[in-house]
């Protein structure tokens, strides 16, 4: 069953804590996204990777920081320094970086009391 | 600042009829453009998609025009059925990178 995993679904964090949101994907896919989401906005990019050991920042990278050791794999990190980290969290894939289609997770809620 | 303009930003359609959302870009350099389905706590869904060479593609209900000169490119859903009721998200892409527009909310009325 191929796919894109993200997890955990729904996660709360306290202000001034660090927190790590997994994407593991099974596609075989060299590219990796990680986008967020607020309401009214679209979606935001906040980092890339096109082959593993190498990402890009987004747009929207401060206060974000990313790992991709692993093909399949590429954790996002939402560190203190984020002002407004509560969002909903979108990771994707596509087979090469491009203008190509993207496949996405079913997503992270994240909350900050 | 958003480099994909979409509007509008909801749409209230009865059963059977027409839901007509547009965008528009400003750079040229944009040579692929998806339209996203997305469900509320979900994750997006690619519908279809074009590229600038084509005016328009059509994949069953869903038709996307699309005119290079004017800069802007429009998603119609033919024949709309409540399943349809979902956030539709029109994007550009240049290079690695995909710009999404605000959101379209559509509400499908039995």
């Known amino acids: 069953d191929g796919g894109i995993t993200q997890s955990p679904k729904y996660l709360f964090r306290k202000e001034g804590q660090n927190v790590t949101l997994s994407c593991e994907q099974n596609l075989n896919h060299d590219a990796m996204y990680w986008y967020r989401q607020d309401p009214g906005q679209g979606l935001r990019l906040i980092y890339y990777?096109?082959?593993?050991?190498?990402?890009q920042k987004g747009d929207i990278a401060e206060g974000y920081s990313v790992s991709r050791e692993k093909k399949e794999s590429f954790p996002l990190t939402v560190t203190s320094a984020q002002k407004n980290p509560t969002a909903f969290y979108l990771c994707a894939s596509s087979i090469v970086s491009g203008s190509t289609e993207q496949f996405f997770g079913p997503g992270t809620r994240l909350t900050v009391l | 600042q958003q480099q994909v303009k979409q509007s509008p930003q909801s749409l209230i359609v009865q059963k059977g009829g027409i839901s007509i959302i547009n965008c528009a870009y400003e750079n040229t350099a944009f040579d692929y453009f998806p339209w996203y389905q997305q469900f509320p706590g979900k994750g997006p869904a690619l519908l279809i998609a074009?590229?600038?060479?084509?005016s328009e593609k059509k994949e069953g209900r869903f038709t996307i025009s699309f005119n290079k000169s004017a800069k802007q490119f429009s998603l119609h859903i033919m024949d709309s059925q409540p399943g349809d009721s979902a956030t539709y998200f029109c994007?550009?892409?240049?290079?690695?990178?995909?710009?999404f527009g605000a959101g379209t909310t559509v509400t499908v009325r039995a």
């Open positions: 990777s096109q082959i593993v050991n190498d990402f």
């Open positions: 994007a550009a892409s240049t290079d690695y990178k995909l710009s």
């Open positions: 074009i590229r600038p060479d084509v």
